[in-house]
T-cell receptor, first 114, second 114 residues
Framework: SAVISQKPSRDICQRGTSLTIQCQVDSQVTMMFWYRQQPGQSLTLIAT?????????ESGFVIDKFPISRPNLTFSTLTVSNMSPEDSSIYLC???????????FGQGTRLTVV | AQSVTQLGSHVSVSEGALVLLRCNYS??????LFWYVQYPNQGLQLLLK??????LVKGINGFEAEFKKSETSFHLTKPSAHMSDAAEYFC????????????FGPGTSLSVIP
């Protein structure tokens, strides 16, 4: 199994500002995934981050709004830029297991934009 | 493309009663199937998964699910509900043939009535 640490666990931010969320994994992984869970909703994939290349974004998500870094095989960051109240969500980092048969999740970052 | 549907956004059962949460999937390739649970203000926890082999899968906390290919279903059951089972449950599917993201269903909120 993989142990994932996310920082911060929660934050309250002013609209128009940016927040960077960190995701640290206790083992090397090829791909890391960032999800958004809006209040009362299911998880939606934002992007897939592969070390050494640009992240791949899902429909409805753009790099200017959600820039992602993946400097090495155990770490990634997601930035939520120019925030508005609609960005208030839980953001989760995820990785696949070694045998690709399971996804592991961090505890999430609960973001409130005021 | 893969997708997941969960019948019933909210299910209520009495303590001690059978829990049945429905999940149907769509996948063009043999899927991996998962049930995740999310307790209030917590991250996601894997309940059980189907990859290959036995179609009846047992998970943690007394839950089990049966993969029925002919019905494209992966319903979650527990013989006797406990108060601590109250949570949000997500069915999910992923593509086993390549690195791929996990696609989540909309979720079912389970309430347990004393």
């Amino acid at each position: 199994s993989a142990v994932i640490s996310q920082k911060p666990s929660r934050d309250i931010c002013q609209r128009g500002t940016s927040l960077t969320i960190q995701c640290q994994v206790d083992s090397q992984v090829t791909m890391m995934f960032w999800y958004r869970q809006q209040p009362g909703q299911s998880l939606t994939l934002i992007a897939t981050a592969n070390q050494g290349s640009e992240a791949t974004y899902e429909s409805g998500f753009v790099i200017d709004k959600f820039p992602i870094s993946r400097p090495n095989l155990t770490f990634s960051t997601l930035t939520v830029s120019n925030m508005s109240p609609e960005d208030s969500s839980i953001y989760l980092c995820s990785v696949e297991g070694v045998d690709r048969s399971e996804a592991f999740f961090g505890q999430g970052t609960r973001l409130t934009v005021v | 493309a893969q997708s997941v549907t969960q019948l019933g956004s909210h299910v209520s059962v009495s303590e001690g009663a059978l829990v049945l949460l429905r999940c149907n999937y769509s996948s063009s390739v043999p899927p991996y199937l998962f049930w995740y649970v999310q307790y209030p203000n917590q991250g996601l926890q894997l309940l059980l998964k189907y990859t290959t082999g036995a179609t009846l899968v047992k998970g943690i906390n007394g839950f089990e699910a049966e993969f029925k290919k002919s019905e494209t279903s992966f319903h979650l059951t527990k013989p006797s509900a406990h108060m601590s089972d109250a949570a949000e449950y997500f069915c999910a599917v992923s593509d086993r043939t390549s690195y791929d993201k996990v696609i989540f269903g909309p979720g079912t909120s389970l309430s347990v009535i004393p």
